[in-house]
């Protein structure tokens, strides 16, 4: 039993002409995060989402390992990791393996100047202080104390707090974020015994979609260096999905 959603503007079939009220075309992406056998989403925009204007630098942010090969106990005292206006900037891998990274993070502003895409790995930040609204292209979340936000690979995003005082925990793993298989039935559908159900999971519900073009900073993620990418339209381009 998938979980299926949508937001906004779709047609009634996938693959076919999707018009405005002024008789212009919408484009249709597929967009998903393992090629065409993983989960996926149709997305129909205003614009190219391909439109690429200026390729700036590029700058690596891999963890340096300190510790390798270690047996001994640790203590981490996360919460006096030092805060940051940015909230690139305010990441810090404090643990790493191969599968994922361990970060913690004290953004003190939101993110307006630039938009932020990790193609490495899928996405989970957990809220331990503060609150906002998560954006992207797929629809608005807004978050409290306490929220798990997953934000899957390959989707541009901003955050936005609502205070300068903010704490959070974020893991970014390389394997697609899914439920356990022993929370799941055949069909898909969450057990009595999982720790959540369905209607603790909350859809993006506010779709933003802006019909500009101009210079758009993306600051794009992958094997652990960003490069800076200024897109031709506004990458919040989408009608619906």
Not at 189 to 208: K, V
């Given at each position: ?42 997305i129909y925009h205003t614009h190219r989402p391909t439109q690429v204007k200026k390729i700036l630098k590029s700058y690596n942010v891999g ?169 031709a339209a506004h990458p919040f381009s989408a009608v619906g999905w």
């Amino acid at each position: 039993m998938p979980r299926y959603h949508k937001l906004g503007n779709i047609p009634p079939k996938r693959h076919t002409i999707h018009k405005s009220n002024d008789d212009k075309f919408y484009y249709e992406e597929l967009f998903g995060t393992i090629g065409f056998e993983g989960m996926s989403s149709l997305i129909y925009h205003t614009h190219r989402p391909t439109q690429v204007k200026k390729i700036l630098k590029s700058y690596n942010v891999g963890p340096k390992i300190a510790v390798e090969n270690n047996m001994k106990s640790l203590m981490l005292n996360g919460f006096n990791i030092k805060p940051f206006d940015d909230f690139l900037d305010s990441r810090k891998c404090i643990l790493m393996n191969n599968d994922c990274q361990i970060i913690l993070a004290a953004p003190k502003q939101s993110l307006t100047t630039y938009y932020y895409k990790n193609t490495d790995s899928d996405e989970v930040i957990f809220v331990h202080k503060g609150s906002g609204k998560l954006r992207t292209f797929l629809g608005n979340i807004d978050f409290e104390y306490g929220d798990y936000l997953v934000i899957p690979r390959g989707v541009i995003y901003q955050i936005n707090f609502n205070s300068t005082d903010n704490r959070l925990f974020i893991v970014e793993s390389k394997n697609p974020v899914y439920s356990p298989k022993r929370y799941r039935n055949w069909f898909g559908q969450l057990l009595e015994h999982s720790p959540y159900c369905e209607r603790d999971i909350h859809p993006p519900n506010e779709l933003e979609t802006y019909d500009d073009k101009g210079e758009y900073m993306i600051k794009v993620k992958k094997q652990d260096t960003i490069h800076e990418y200024v897109y031709a339209a506004h990458p919040f381009s989408a009608v619906g999905w």
